[in-house]
């Protein structure tokens, strides 16, 4: 009998920590109790679609749906003005409508693995975006509204179609990291030395034949993959960046001559072609 109760307390207990930050998991539980409503995750459960009574939690600042089926967003979605996380990766989503430019508190936005050709120019409304993932979707342009993300720090377009890169980006004074690897760029912006906060630069698995000169001015650069990038031979501005101390190549490049100041810093890697998994910060 006590070890029933203990196990019922224990379950109660459980329940009730789920729903002291304003958690919820449930459509029905969350309508119960609207104005708690901060979070709201359900993910991997087959959802092909969002009921649209998002407008029903005037508190809403997070909304995590992702691992499903959704194909759809709701016009109630854009009426959440607390909403500062949405997360919406791997999803079947094709169009992202503009109504999204509405949550200007959103702070975080993924939408990673679905099926996105085109985004909003709009999105520069989004003012006080951190991080923007679109990794894994059907892009081949960016809006020009890109440049008006001011805070952006992480810009996240790995495994799409882009050929270039739009200009706009080379605004973005707050990025650290820049993910561009698995596309099919031909050329990367020639300010992309601009990007001064710039830590994290991914440029693997694309067709460039070279790198900007301006990157000399990336001063702040911690580790670059440049593992099939398609250019043969590293520039030398490299040499000189002290912060730099991670660099990934592939058998056929030519790396920079290291400056002998910073040699001890700089660890370059070689990573053969079987090898697809190579750095920690890859995902």
């Not at 031909?186 to 460039?208: A, T």
């Not at 580790?223 to 031979?233: F, H, I």
Request: aromatic share 8%; charged share 25%; proline share 5%.
């Amino acid at each position: 009998m006590k070890r029933l109760l203990l196990t019922y307390c224990l379950l109660l207990f459980c329940i009730v920590q789920a729903t002291a930050d304003g958690t919820y998991r449930r459509w029905n539980t969350a309508l119960e109790n609207r104005t708690d409503v901060r979070k709201i995750r359900i993910v991997f459960q087959e959802l092909d679609s969002i009921p649209d009574i998002l407008d029903q939690f005037p508190n809403l600042e997070e909304l995590d749906l992702s691992n499903n089926e959704i194909a759809y967003l709701p016009p109630s979605l854009f009426k959440c003005k607390k909403l500062k996380r949405l997360l919406l990766f791997r999803n079947q989503l094709k169009d992202i409508p503009a109504g999204l430019c509405a949550l200007t508190q959103l702070e975080e936005l993924s939408l990673s693995y679905n099926y996105i050709t085109t985004l909003p120019d709009c999105i520069g409304s989004l003012k006080k975006l951190k991080r923007l993932s679109l990794s894994g979707n059907e892009l081949e342009v960016l809006p020009d509204g890109i440049g008006r993300l001011e805070q952006l720090t992480a810009l996240r377009l790995n495994s799409n179609h882009f050929k270039r890169l739009n200009n706009n980006i080379t605004k973005l004074k707050k990025l650290e990291v820049l993910d561009v690897g698995n596309n099919y760029l031909e050329v990367l912006p020639e300010h992309i030395g601009n990007l001064s906060s710039l830590k994290f630069l991914y440029i693997n698995r694309n067709l460039l034949t070279t790198i900007p000169e301006s990157v000399s001015k990336l001063q702040n650069l911690q580790e670059l993959d440049a593992v099939r990038c398609g250019v043969l031979r590293l520039p030398a501005a490299f040499a000189d960046i002290w912060s730099l101390e991670n660099v990934y190549i592939d058998e056929r490049t030519i790396p920079f001559y290291q400056n002998p100041r910073f040699a001890g810093r700089q660890r370059i890697e070689v990573v053969g072609q079987a090898n697809n998994v190579y750095r920690p910060t890859q995902n």
